[in-house]
């Protein structure tokens, strides 16, 4: 069972698509989305997934109530903070980096997912933290994904 997980889309439609057919390529069970998607037309470019999207709100997502309109579509859209239970593991979900360090040391989830740095990150701290990077580009100029198998919690990065 795989998890498919972006960040910082950025309206980047491109590359979302890219990224959705990655995703359905891949099989995954679920798609996280750790924020800043900024329009609702960003959330539309994901409604051609085969799995439903868990997504938190960035610090660039301006247009709240458009994206939640959207996410009625494709998934769930929270706050700040998204439990998930998938395959047996429990994830937390959060766009800012200072949040995802203490939780996953508290030890109450398998996975710890952020965004908003556009860096890639994936270490253990008594659980997973992963941020997959920026899907967008435009910061750094790469546009990536990850994937994680849910059993043995291996990450992938993909180049999209």
Known sequence: MKLGVLSDSHDNVPMINK????????GVELVIHAGDFIAPFAVSAMS??????????GNNDG???GI???FEAVGDIHPNLANVEIGGRKI???HYPELAEPI????EYDIVIYGHTHEIDARQEGSLILNPGETGGWTTGRCTVAT???ESLAVEIHDL
């Open 19 to 26: 990224a959705v057919e990655l995703f359905n390529r891949e």
């Open 48 to 57: 051609n997934l085969k799995c439903r999207v868990v997504g938190v709100f």
């Open 63 to 65: 247009e709240r109530i």
């Open 68 to 70: 939640a309109k959207r």
């Open 92 to 94: 937390a979900a959060m």
């Open 104 to 107: 996953a040391k508290s030890g």
């Open 148 to 150: 994680v198998d849910l």
